[in-house]
């Protein structure tokens, strides 16, 4: 349904990496709503080619940048504001790696280089993109950015590792950042809390399969897609939205505010009577 709710919009849509990126279909939706935008990711991401299709298939160009990288990011807003004929009215942020969690280090076991590496590349990007932003005034009074998240930032999630600190952080700078950009050119800026999500960084966790299966039965609408998360973020990006800032909005179902299902509860009670 193309509503053309982003029509006039000219947006940076980082992280896409394959078709199952949540950053993938954010970059779709916003194509179909009329938006025009500059895809991004990291020069190893980019070897893979298949972003290549998504800005083909979105009449787009891919510039490379590292995130954790001020100097890549410089040129990245600089060419982007450059390529779209003007400045920019959204901003995804849609980065995130442990290196802990990917190589198996459990949360007491971490190696603190590695950690610093979470930190950096799925926290303080948020903040480095920022600031590049803010200091080439590249983002248009009213602008939205949305960083996206999980709720392991507030309870524990055991196989999560250093990402759930990562992602505390992460929903810090939302809200810091959040307030001066806001003070000062009206700039919104706001965490999306996604379901357990099949992708490459959301399989790359540990008990990834009974986690999403928890998370599917306790919700009571289910687990979101990355379909409902990239319309949720549209939304976002949207004039409807206006006065939404400094929020970490969950796009989870309903999982955030259970407490206990009647199936779990049920799957307890079948190991009681055995
Ligand atoms: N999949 C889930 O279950 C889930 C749930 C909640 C939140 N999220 C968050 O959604 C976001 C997108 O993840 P996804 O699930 O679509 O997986 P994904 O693996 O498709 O996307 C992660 C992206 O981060 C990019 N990246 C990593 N290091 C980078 C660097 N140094 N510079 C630039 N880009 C870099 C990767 O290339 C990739 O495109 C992440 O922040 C993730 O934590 C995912």
């Known amino acids: ?96 790696m442990s290196p802990n969690v990917r190589k198996g280090k459990t949360y007491t076991d971490v190696n603190y280089e590695w950690m610093n590496k979470t930190f950096d590349i799925s926290a303080f990007s948020l903040h480095k993109l920022l600031q590049t932003c803010m200091k080439q005034d590249a983002i248009n009074d009213w602008g939205s950015v949305v960083a996206l998240t999980y709720i392991a930032a507030q309870r524990a999630f055991p196989g999560y590792g250093d990402m759930a600190d990562a992602k505390a952080t992460l929903e810090s700078i939302v809200r810091s950042f959040g307030y001066y950009y806001g003070n000062a050119k009206k700039v919104r800026v706001n965490s999306v809390s996604q379901s357990p999500t099949v992708t490459t960084a959301g399989s790359g966790i540990k008990g990834f399969d009974s986690l999403y299966k928890y998370a599917e039965d306790i919700s009571p609408l289910g687990n979101a897609s990355a379909d409902d998360c990239a319309n949720y973020c549209i939304s976002l990006f949207s004039d409807l939205t206006k006065y939404v800032t400094m929020q970490n909005l969950f796009h989870d179902g309903g999982f955030s505010n259970m407490g206990v299902s009647e199936m779990a509860m049920q799957i307890f009670a079948k190991k009681e009577g055995e």
């Open 1 to 96: 349904m193309a509503n053309q709710l982003l029509a006039d919009k000219r947006g940076l849509i980082t992280g896409a990496l394959d078709e199952h990126s949540i950053a993938w279909k954010v970059a779709e939706e916003a194509h179909r709503q009329g938006a025009k935008f500059v895809l991004t990711n990291a020069p190893v991401a980019l070897r893979m080619g298949e972003i290549n299709k998504l800005a083909e298939k979105c009449g787009t160009i891919v510039i490379a940048a590292d995130a954790t990288s001020v100097e890549d990011l410089e040129k990245l807003v600089a060419q982007s504001v450059e390529h779209l004929g003007g400045k920019l009215d959204f901003v995804l942020h849609s980065v995130g």
